[in-house]
Every structure is written in structure tokens, then in C-alpha cells.
């Protein structure tokens, strides 16, 4: 019997893996798909998820982040980094270098997908392993999760969703612009030398081109053609009673999400990684309820508030403008956050 099998091989899941075999842990991966995955996402790190990255000895490309900046038609507010520097990074990059990192710590991973969940008082089997803990990093609509009735029901709010594309163009800003609208928000991220990604995030389903026709600054600096096909998600928010039930513990996405309105998903991916492990290293799964809270309060709670502002068009539209008007407000919400 292992101590941990993960089940899922994305950030979240290979980050709780790494952690696990550097505390000395006997961890296998479950991963049906062959990486690097791509996913839509805004692929901007915060600098507390550089600094973790950097804990784990997982070193990426990618361009410098030094803020975020806030657009609209009319006004511009930046906060920067004083923490250091964010990443900007491909998504394919950044799971590239967490499976070469746990490669080279010996980490299996075996191409099963974990569709089912047994456990009892001293382990978890799964898949045809068994296990004194599971992790399920298994994204943001978690079969897991599902399996075990963990979600809080339904949510009455209407549905958020995202869709990403790259364009080859040279970055004219070293901060992720969030360009905002009536109904949508634009993220763009420096990538490389030649290269931004551009996830938006809205209510409504429609084309991404569709999307992109609401920020007329933003298109003046676009070419005419993405590099990328449009790739997306959602809905965003998902809604968890609890990350932890007996021996099995939920991560990454799997264990509830808000919105990535402020960008903060990778990151506390990789703190609610190592809480995990530790849950797991003091043989105390029900730990991690609090863990798992506390590591996320932050994001949980800006997210929710900015979010409630954005869902209401008498401050929608102020947002911006207001950013612009108190920047020392502005700059404190993005490093509580960074």
C-alpha cells in the first residue's frame, strides 16, 4: 500500500506530488492524459506562486510580470508587485516543468483515470491502487468531488465562463491589463518576446471574436489573427461544502472555485498543495478543512466582493474608474493578493 495516490496530473496534482515525495512519501500519480495539457486560463503566476514554485524547485520560462493594471475607455490604474515579480507563462510550459521536476524525484505516473472512490478506516482504493490518503486534483468539474457529494448544490447566480487565445505580438506592458466592459473582462498576459495570451471572462456564451469586439482599445493592438484556437471553461464557480471527506482530500480546482476575476488559481493550487501533504505527513485528514480555508481566504474573499461589485451595473462601471481615483487601495488589494 502507498501513502498517497493523486489523482489527477495537472499543477495541482503533480505540486502535491512533488511535495509528498520530498517529505518521503510513496505517491503515484493517475493521469489518463499524456502532457503537457493545455487548458484555458489566463497564465499569469502571482509572485506567491513563483515563490512556491520556487519551494518545489520547479523553474519555468515565460516573461516577467511586475503588476496588474486595470482598463477601461477612458481610464488606466496599475498596482505594482512588491513582492517581487509575477510569471507569465504557457500553461503547457508550466505543467511541462512540474512533471519534469516530479520525473526527476522519481514520482510514477500511471495513465488510469480514477472514476471511483472505496475507502475505509485505514485506506482509499481507486483505480486498482490503494492508498493510506487519496488527493483529488481532478480539475474543476472533479468526478471525484461529484462521486462523493461534496458540491453545496446548485447555484443560483447566472454562470461565469472563459476563453483564451495567444497572438504573436510583442507585449507593450511588463503588467497582466485586465480590460473591462459592460459584460466581459479581457485579460492580457506577456508571454514571450513575440507572444500575449487573451482570456476573457463573461457571462455570456458567445464567439471569442464576439468577446474581443467590446474592447476596441485592446483590438487596435491585436493582429487580425490569433496563433491559437480558442480554448474554454466554466462555469467558474464551484461551490464545496467541505475539500475533505475520511481519507480523501480535494485540491487545486477540485476543492471549490470563485472566479478568476483575480487571478489567483495557480497559486493557491500550489499552498493548498503542501497544506495537504502536512495533513497527510501528521496523519490528520480532517486537518484540512481549516488548512485548505485558510490558505484560500484571500482569494476566497476579494474574489467574492469584487465579483458582487462586477454583477451589478451600478458599480460595474465604477470599478475602473475608482481603481484609477485611489490607487493606494487599488495597489493594496493586488499585493494582499500577489
Sequence with gaps: MIDLLVAGGGP????????????????VVAEPRQGPVDKACGEGLMPSAVRSLADLGVGVAGRPLHGIAYVD????????????????VRRTELHAALAATAAELG????????????????????????ARYLAAADGLHSPIRRGLRLGAGPDP????????????????????EVHWSARAEAYVTPLGPQLVGVAV???????????????????????????????????????????V?????????AAGYVDALTGEG???????????????????????????????????????????????????????????????LFSAAVNVLS
Excluded: N
Excluded at 495541482?12 to 512519501?25: D, K, M, P, Q, V
Excluded at 469586439?213 to 464545496?240: K, N
Excluded at 471527506?245 to 480546482?253: E, F, H, I, P, S
Design 157 to 176: 447566480r447566472p454562470a461565469r465562463y472563459g476563453l483564451r487565445r495567444h497572438f504573436a505580438v510583442r507585449p507593450w506592458s511588463d503588467c497582466v
Design 12 to 27: 495541482a496534482g503533480l505540486a502535491t506530488a512533488i511535495h509528498a515525495a520530498r517529505a518521503g512519501l510513496d505517491v
Design 201 to 243: 471572462l463573461t457571462w455570456d456564451r458567445a464567439p471569442f471574436a464576439g468577446h474581443l469586439a467590446a474592447f476596441p482599445r485592446l483590438l487596435e493592438r491585436l493582429p487580425a489573427q490569433a496563433v491559437t484556437p480558442a480554448r474554454g471553461a466554466g462555469p467558474l464557480r464551484q461551490r464545496v461544502r467541505t475539500p
Design 266 to 328: 495557480i497559486a493557491v493550487a500550489l499552498a493548498s498543495a503542501r497544506q495537504l501533504v502536512d495533513c497527510v505527513l501528521a496523519g490528520r485528514p480532517q486537518d484540512y478543512d481549516r488548512a485548505w480555508r485558510r490558505a484560500s481566504r484571500d482569494y476566497r474573499l476579494l474574489t467574492s466582493s469584487l465579483l458582487w461589485l462586477r454583477g451589478r451595473p451600478w458599480s460595474a462601471r465604477r470599478i475602473v474608474p475608482a481603481a484609477a481615483r485611489c490607487p493606494a
Design 245 to 253: 471527506a475520511g481519507r480523501v482530500l480535494l485540491v487545486g480546482d
Design 73 to 88: 475607455e477612458r481610464h488606466r490604474a496599475e498596482a505594482r508587485f512588491r513582492a517581487g515579480p509575477g510569471r507569465g
Design 107 to 130: 514520482v510514477p505516473v500511471v495513465p488510469l483515470r480514477v472514476d471511483g472512490v472505496r475507502q475505509d478506516a485505514g485506506s482509499v482504493t481507486a483505480a486498482g491502487i490503494t
